[in-house]
């Protein structure tokens, strides 16, 4: 796969979609014929963030002054193509499972000397804007495009991040008393007219997870798992969660694992 193919992408044009009327979104409505001419792989803008993701990681920046180029994403240092397509994963040098976003974070504390904190505090931009890690994640998962998701499973601190994961799908709690489950485990299920996938079931796991991270039309922006994670347990009114904690690598491996084998299709589109 080449980006360079991308890298002339149509300009596109921001569009407000507040106060969309209802059967704009409907199936066959104008939102929805938008959503469909934005999706055409040519003109979907989360390329631009791809290309900025990628001049990012050639960048030397940080306290160090170094880019990204010997980040080791799990194939061995500087190996990008493919990497995102088998992560979460166990990394020995730190003695734990990490997602690709983690994995980032950590690299350019590693490799540049910018604090993991810091990067965890401009993880996601507000709308309109972009934050470097939502570029770098984005570039990398761009460099699987098409590659089955094969997330290793072979230690068993990749298996216990599966089973706590899945354990946190079912898990109902805070002042709500929901569990991911509540939300994502119906068929054909609304909320607020959005539909709601059953992760529950591969078939629809498959293809949710492989089309993260994406570029979010009503955010003008890209977002990632990390902040898809974060999304849905403020939706539950759970505390705000730990960008790249022990909690949003076991789900984010639980959902990867029930997505295994289903093509890595991002960036993608969505609402
Ligand atoms: C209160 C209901 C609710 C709960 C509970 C909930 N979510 Fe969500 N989830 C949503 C909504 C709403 C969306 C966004 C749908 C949209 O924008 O079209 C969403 C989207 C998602 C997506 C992306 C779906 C896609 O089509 O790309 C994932 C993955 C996800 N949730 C995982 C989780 C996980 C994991 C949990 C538990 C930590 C959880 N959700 C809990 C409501 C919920």
């Known amino acids: 796969m080449s980006l360079t193919r991308y890298a002339g992408a149509a300009a596109f044009m921001a ?3 507040l106060a969309v ?8 409505g104008e939102l929805v014929q938008y959503h469909a001419m ?7 803008p989360g390329w631009f963030f791809v290309d900025r993701g990628e001049a990012l990681w050639k960048t030397p920046a940080g306290p160090k002054n170094a880019t990204l180029e010997a980040c080791d994403l799990g194939l061995g240092p500087g190996v990008v ?21 983690t994995r980032i974070a950590w690299c350019r504390q590693e490799l540049q000397g910018i604090p993991f904190e810091e990067t965890a505090k401009k993880a996601f931009s507000k709308n309109r804007e972009t934050s470097e890690m939502q ?4 570039y990398i998962a761009a460099m699987s495009d ?3 998701i094969a997330m290793p499973t072979a230690h068993p601190k990749e298996q216990e991040a599966i089973e706590l994961g899945k ?3 079912y898990r109902r709690a805070s002042m709500l008393d929901y569990s991911c489950a509540t939300c994502h485990s119906n068929d054909g299920a609304r909320i607020r007219l959005q539909k709601l996938s059953n992760l529950e079931d591969p078939k629809q796991a498959g293809p949710v997870v492989a089309s993260w991270p994406t570029y979010r039309v009503s955010h003008e922006t890209v977002r990632t798992m990390q902040h898809r994670m974060w999304d849905c347990m403020w939706q539950m009114r759970f505390p705000d969660v730990a960008y790249g904690s022990d909690v949003t690598v076991a789900l984010i491996s639980y959902l990867t694992h029930m ?8 960036p993608s589109l969505k609402r």
């Open 81 to 101: 193509e493919g990497a995102y397509a088998q992560l979460p994963r166990y990394f020995a040098d730190v003695d734990r499972v990490m997602d690709a976003e």
């Open 15 to 17: 569009v407000a979609l």
């Open 21 to 28: 009327p209802l059967a704009a979104q409907e199936e066959g």
């Open 38 to 44: 934005l999706a055409d792989r040519f003109a979907n």
């Open 135 to 138: 570029d770098l994640v984005i």
């Open 259 to 266: 997505a295994e084998g289903e093509p890595m299709a991002s």
């Open 146 to 148: 098409e590659m089955p």
């Open 167 to 169: 354990a946190l799908f």
